[in-house]
T-cell receptor, first 114, second 111 residues
Framework: KAGVTQTPRYLIKTRGQQVTLSCSPI?????VSWYQQTPGQGLQFLFE???????NKGNFPGRFSGRQFSNSRSEMNVSTLELGDSALYLC?????????????FGQGTRLTVV | SQQGEEDPQALSIQEGENATMNCSYK?????LQWYRQNSGRGLVHLIL?????REKHSGRLRVTLDTSKKSSSLLITASRAADTASYFC???????????FGTGTRLQVTL
């Protein structure tokens, strides 16, 4: 069974640009969550999708958005990039909504904003 | 915001020794999970302990949970160099899938 796939693995963008990150969950998993990891703030929850609906959102500005498609693949978008958006963005999928089981993480997308 | 703290922040031991990491959290939980991360890569799930459980084992891992003290510990026995990584506890509360992570412990196992 293929794991969670995130693309691209690395990305360099300029301040003010926008970026789209992609996540393909494990086959059959309908819950996808996104996390931001930085040295200063650690791992922070961004949002969660289940069956194409956003179920929960973390404390991030509106520049951060996401969506989920009917095949459970998910994308997150960050507009008007700031230097502080430089981070490792991690996607996790799970088989159930509600967090009662383990989450499977992708390798992450390392975003650098210059 | 992070649920709580982990200590120590860093731990250096020799191969064959045991490693213990502690996690404290702030609110009532449904379950607590431990994850490992190698060099800024993805997280790997290690073990999940539910709020009504007190201890759980998986191979060389032993996890305890004390809900009265809002704390958990992860014990890795007979550590190996391959155990070198950062370890995070994560708590799950409510009905969503959101996990709230601790600050992490960096474990270094030397030969």
């Amino acid at each position: 069974k293929a794991g969670v796939t995130q693309t691209p693995r690395y990305l360099i963008k300029t301040r003010g640009q926008q970026v789209t990150l992609s996540c393909s969950p494990i086959s059959g998993h309908r819950s996808v969550s996104w996390y931001q990891q930085t040295p200063g703030q650690g791992l922070q929850f961004l949002f969660e999708y289940f069956s194409e609906t956003q179920r929960n959102k973390g404390n991030f500005p509106g520049r951060f958005s996401g969506r989920q498609f009917s095949n459970s693949r998910s994308e997150m978008n960050v507009s008007t990039l700031e230097l502080g958006d430089s981070a490792l963005y991690l996607c996790a999928s799970s088989s159930l909504q509600g967090g009662g089981t383990e989450a499977f993480f992708g390798q992450g997308t390392r975003l650098t904003v210059v | 915001s992070q649920q709580g703290e982990e200590d120590p922040q860093a731990l250096s031991i020799q191969e064959g020794e045991n490693a213990t990491m502690n996690c404290s959290y702030k609110t009532s939980i449904n379950n607590l999970q431990w994850y490992r991360q190698n060099s800024g890569r993805g997280l790997v799930h290690l073990i999940l302990i539910r709020s009504n459980e007190r201890e759980k084992h998986s191979g060389r891992l032993r996890v305890t949970l004390d809900t009265s003290k809002k704390s958990s510990s992860l014990l890795i026995t007979a550590s190996r160099a391959a155990d070198t990584a950062s370890y995070f506890c994560a708590t799950h509360t409510g009905t969503a899938s959101k996990l709230t992570f601790g600050t992490g412990t960096r474990l270094q196992v030397t030969l």
